[in-house]
C-alpha cells in the first residue's frame, strides 16, 4: 500500500508541478487574464509589461493542497499593480479560500515594507484556479463570510472588502480566438491529463 500511496502521490506532483511551470510563462499568464479579468481592469492594467516575481506564501503543510505565483505589472496612468494566482491542487474547494487569500495579501505586502521599504501599498488582484470535480459554490466576496454583515450593513466600513477572481479549469473551456489559440491547447492539454492522472490513480487501486 505504501507503494501505491508515493505512486499516486508522484503523479499529482508531476501534474501540478507542470501547471505552475507553463502559468511561470508571463505570456501565458497574460493571454489568460486578457480572457478572465473584467474589462475596467483591463482598460487600466498594462498586460504587456507583466514580470513573475520570485515569491511564494504557501506554507510547507499547504504545499501539497496548493501553489501560488505573484506577478507584477503597470498601470497604464502610472503606478505598479500585483496579480497574485492561488492554484488549489485538492479536489473539492476550501470555504475559506477568501480568508487565505487575504492572509497571503498581507504577506505580499508585508514583503513589501520589510524588502522596498514602501510606504504606500502596491493594489493585487488575487486569483483563484480551481479544478476540482465539485463545482465551485462560495461567494468570491469576503465580506460574505461575515456573520451578520447583511443584517448590519452598518460594519462593511470596519472589515476587509474585496473579491476574488475565479477560473475553473475544465476540459472542455472555451477560448476561441486566434490570438490566444496557446493558451486554449495548454489549458486543454492540462485538463485533460488531470483526468488521465485520476484514471491511472483509479487503476492503481
Known amino acids: 500500500m505504501r507503494k501505491e500511496l508515493i ?10 508541478k507542470y501547471f505552475k511551470e507553463f502559468m511561470e510563462n508571463p505570456e501565458i499568464a497574460r493571454e489568460l487574464l486578457e ?12 498586460l504587456e509589461r507583466l514580470l513573475p516575481q520570485k515569491a511564494s506564501f504557501i506554507s510547507q503543510e499547504l504545499e501539497g493542497a496548493y501553489s501560488d505565483l505573484l506577478f507584477k505589472s503597470r498601470l497604464k496612468e502610472g503606478g505598479e499593480i500585483y496579480v497574485y494566482f ?27 515594507i520589510d524588502k522596498e521599504n514602501r510606504r504606500e501599498l502596491t493594489p493585487i488582484i488575487p ?16 465580506k460574505k463570510l461575515i456573520k451578520d454583515i447583511e ?11 474585496f473579491e476574488h477572481i475565479l477560473f475553473e479549469l475544465k476540459p472542455e473551456i472555451d477560448l476561441d480566438n486566434d490570438r490566444r489559440s496557446s493558451s486554449k491547447t495548454v489549458f486543454e492539454n492540462i485538463a485533460f491529463e488531470k483526468e488521465d492522472r485520476e484514471r491511472r490513480i483509479c487503476s492503481i487501486f
Open 86 to 112: 492561488l492554484i488549489e491542487h485538492k479536489s473539492y474547494y476550501y470555504e475559506y479560500t477568501s480568508l487565505q487569500l487575504l492572509k497571503y495579501m498581507l504577506n505580499i505586502w508585508e514583503r513589501e
Open 7 to 16: 505512486q499516486v502521490k508522484e503523479i499529482t506532483n508531476i501534474h501540478d
Open 35 to 46: 480572457v478572465i479579468l473584467p474589462s475596467e481592469i483591463k482598460e487600466i492594467i498594462d
Open 151 to 161: 443584517k448590519y450593513p452598518a460594519l462593511e466600513r470596519y472589515i476587509p472588502v
Open 127 to 142: 486569483v483563484v484556479f480551481y479544478h476540482g470535480e465539485e463545482k465551485w459554490k462560495i461567494p468570491f466576496a469576503f
